[in-house]
Nanobody, 126 residues
Framework: QMQLVESGGGLVQAGGSLRLSCAAS????????MGWFRQAPGKEREIVAG????????AYADSVKGRFTISRTNAKNTVYLQMNSVKPEDTAVYYC???????????????????WGQGTQVTVSS
């Protein structure tokens, strides 16, 4: 089993920035592609960003492209989501997830994610 623990959520004003972290344990982190998902109240969960095992390829949902950046440090077993120029519509619970299948580009949106964190709340005020 892999355990994933998100942190860094909170309340931020529109236009501000926030950095989410997700610490992994229990499995070899570098063997997993990673993704960040979010779920807003009354909406389905959606993927916002994905990154391949090596960190050499990333993908973003159109709604966050140019504002969010996913990165990872395999030596620290951690994946990050830097959120800039946040908007009220970014308000959601954010989850990190791990996939045993490597991916590149938009394929990171289609691989199966087997392990999930408990989520961290991000609230953007207008």
């Amino acid at each position: 089993q892999m355990q994933l623990v998100e942190s860094g959520g909170g309340l931020v004003q529109a236009g501000g920035s926030l950095r989410l972290s997700c610490a992994a344990s229990g499995r070899t982190f570098s063997w997993y592609a990673m993704g960040w998902f979010r779920q807003a109240p009354g909406k389905e969960r959606e993927i916002v960003a994905g990154i391949r095992r090596s960190g050499g390829s990333t993908a973003y949902a159109d709604s966050v492209k140019g504002r969010f950046t996913i990165s990872r440090t395999n030596a620290k077993n951690t994946v990050y989501l830097q959120m800039n120029s946040v908007k009220p519509e970014d308000t959601a619970v954010y989850y990190c997830a791990a996939s045993p299948k490597d991916c590149s580009g938009s394929a990171c949106f289609r691989v199966p994610y087997d392990y999930w964190g408990q989520g961290t709340q991000v609230t953007v005020s207008s």
